[in-house]
């Protein structure tokens, strides 16, 4: 494994971590700010796996 594909799979890793926060925001916890946001934490976090499938798409292609 090389640096690219390290950095490849960071990101995706971030990306998802990221991702299931939100989701955790909107309809685990429902923090207030997250609750009135309506669908943008929800939308935010499905672009965020978007990312997060082509990150670790591109980590596998640099392999």
């Known amino acids: 494994m090389d640096a690219q594909s390290i950095l490849w799979f960071g990101l995706s890793g971030g990306a998802l971590i990221f991702a299931f ?23 935010f976090a499905i672009l965020m796996l978007i990312f997060s499938m082509g990150a670790l798409a591109a980590g596998l292609a640099s392999l």
């Not at 955790?24 to 939308?43: D, E, H, N, V, W």
């Open 21 to 43: 926060s939100l989701i955790r925001q909107r309809y685990i916890t429902k923090t207030p700010r997250a609750m009135q946001s309506r669908g943008s934490f929800t939308l």
